[in-house]
């Protein structure tokens, strides 16, 4: 190869890792996916088919994560219009009292079943506290090892809200004595892999989860070359899990480095159905 057409080469490269750099920073970061996921189970209370829920996790409110973008989900969701909207952890990043920014933001939304949280593990790390306090405080009930009933036509549904599995200690049993014993169970739970813990309680239904973020960058044909520890197994969309299924939503924000590739940002958009 000649010297010129080695600095050709080079170049061609330089320019290339330059806008790959920049699109995976500036573009896919912003660039929202609204998933459409439709979850059949035999579980379901017929009164309940056509049950809408709405689901964003991971956002990481500050420093790479902005207000905006946040903005741009909650506008997505409402023109969607769903029953419940179910968020799954991981609102801050370094700052806890991010919180008291975002959940007035979240709180905009305005269901028919209300809006259900459940902490993720930056939310532990950081001061688990000042987060529910900031989401408490704008309406939002952060589960906890908690539930809550949802009833239509004298069928019911149990939504849990688990404390995180990597921090915390959640805890099924616990959360399910406070409520009838009657329908089968939502699970709210941060880290997916854990389903498994849960499914010889033959009620759940459906657990939604997040902490993955699939990666970040996810290389064709390969996929993501890291995962995180609890979301090795299930690191994005739909499984079963024997009679069980379990939904992994990428995230709306990023950690670590400010990156996405072949992985955008989700909102999730679930319509549960009888099967």
């Not at 072949?262 to 679930?270: H, I």
Request: hydrophobic residues 40%; aromatic residues 8%; contains cysteine.
């Amino acid at each position: 190869m000649s010297r010129r057409d080695f600095l050709r080469l080079a170049g061609a490269s330089v320019i290339g890792a330059t806008g790959l750099g920049a699109y995976s920073t500036l573009i896919e970061t912003q660039w929202v996916d609204i998933e459409r996921v439709t979850v059949r189970s035999p579980l379901l209370p017929s009164a309940f088919d056509g049950l809408r829920i709405a689901q964003l996790s991971d956002i990481h409110l500050f420093p790479y994560t902005e207000l905006n973008l946040v903005e741009h989900a909650v506008a997505e969701i409402q023109a969607w219009r769903p029953d419940l909207v179910a968020l799954t952890g991981d609102y801050v990043y370094t700052d806890p009292e991010a919180a008291f920014d975002l959940a007035p933001v979240l709180a905009r939304l305005n269901p028919t079943h209300g809006i259900v949280a459940v902490l993720g593990n930056h939310d532990l790390w950081t001061d688990d506290r000042i987060v529910t306090r900031g989401f408490e405080q704008s309406g939002i009930p952060m589960l906890r090892n908690q539930a809550i009933t949802l009833t239509q036509s004298q069928q019911q549904l149990q939504i849990v809200g688990l404390d995180d599995a990597w921090q915390g200690q959640p805890n099924l049993n616990a959360a399910l004595e406070t409520v009838s014993r009657e329908g089968p169970v939502l699970l709210l739970q941060h880290e997916p892999d854990v389903i498994e813990n849960y499914v010889h309680n033959p009620r759940v239904m459906l657990q939604l989860s997040g902490h993955s973020h699939a990666g970040q960058v996810r290389i064709p044909g390969v996929g993501a070359p890291a995962l995180p520890y609890l979301a090795k197994k299930y690191s994005q969309g739909l499984y079963q899990v024997q009679q069980a299924q379990v939904y992994t939503n990428r995230g709306l924000g990023v950690t670590a480095l400010p990156v996405r590739f072949a992985c955008r940002p989700e909102v999730t958009f679930l319509t549960l159905t009888s099967a």
